[in-house]
């Protein structure tokens, strides 16, 4: 018993005389995500949770192919489980209405289970951690936003049907917010305040992430919230808007888009990217100011989002052939 490093006790002399010793039972991965699982829903929020379900699906189904089983041992998880999890994501068919997974889908499932992994690790349920070494790659995408052009044709457009105006100001107050569907879905009367220069701001803090946003309130998002300090729905809700879920929300876009002859694929997050983009960074406003606004913790978050416009770089070069004119 010494040799095989057990902790020796008059009980457990007893039982290994007796022939009574109990193999330890060992650790398997659906161990791991029950553990996971009973943490993070305390620290996650419900819509993150739904993205680590999906992950482990993905897993079990891949068990499934892989091991002829719905579970394995966690001392299974090695290096070579991982790149052939990864070439599965990358050859897996849905056989719904989905897409096959690019490069930036299969990395958010491999960002998910190194979190787990890590978890195992920390518990000492790993002696090594089987991510080492292993490389995982971005594929860089530019994000849609809507450009002056775009943002006018939407704002001036009106429609006949209520529910295509109400879903355009909440699109529109987005756009001059910066703020995420879920937080402007919540947004409360008292989540407006008069800042310490006498201007309305919204102070409130990001579901995703707890993060405190700050952030003065441009004339025309003043002017919506004002279309819609008495209306019946979102007063019952105790909300500023009337709740629209989001996928019925980006499916309305996509009415909006059509009728005012943008041809980009309209979402919600679209508003977000626009604010970003269009609004602020364009007009000079400083990328530390739009991350700030934005509730980003990281300034490369911001950096995904913001892009250079054509326009802003006319705009510096005028200033620099001014500046090179006035030393000539």
Known sequence: ????????????????????????????????????????????????????????????????????????????????????????????????????????????????????????VNLNWLPANPFVGFKMSRKKVDKEFLNEWELNAIETKEFDIERLNIVKDIFIFSCYTGLAYVDMVNLKPENIVVGSNGERWIKTFRQKTLVPVNTPILPKAMQII????????????????PIISNQKLNSYLKEIADHAGIQKNLTFHVARHTFATTITLSNGVPIETVSKMLGHTKLATTQIYARVLDKKISEDMMRLRGKLKQVE
């Open 1 to 120: 018993m010494e040799i095989k490093g057990h902790r020796i006790t008059i009980e457990t002399l007893r039982d290994a005389f007796l022939g009574n010793v109990k193999e330890e039972k060992k650790i398997t991965f659906k161990d791991l995500i029950t553990y996971h699982n009973e943490q993070a829903n305390t620290l996650l929020s419900q819509g993150t949770m739904k993205h680590y379900y999906v992950t482990q699906r993905y897993l079990v189904k891949f068990f499934d192919q892989k091991f002829n089983s719905d579970n394995i041992n966690l001392c299974d998880l090695n290096y070579k489980f991982i790149a052939d999890f990864e070439l599965f994501l990358y050859n897996h068919k849905p056989k719904d209405h989905q897409k096959p997974m690019d490069t930036n889908g299969v990395l958010k499932h491999l960002i998910r289970l190194k979190k787990m992994v890590n978890l195992a």
């Open 226 to 241: 004002e279309r819609y300090r008495n209306n019946i729905r979102a007063e019952a809700n105790g909300t500023i808007f």
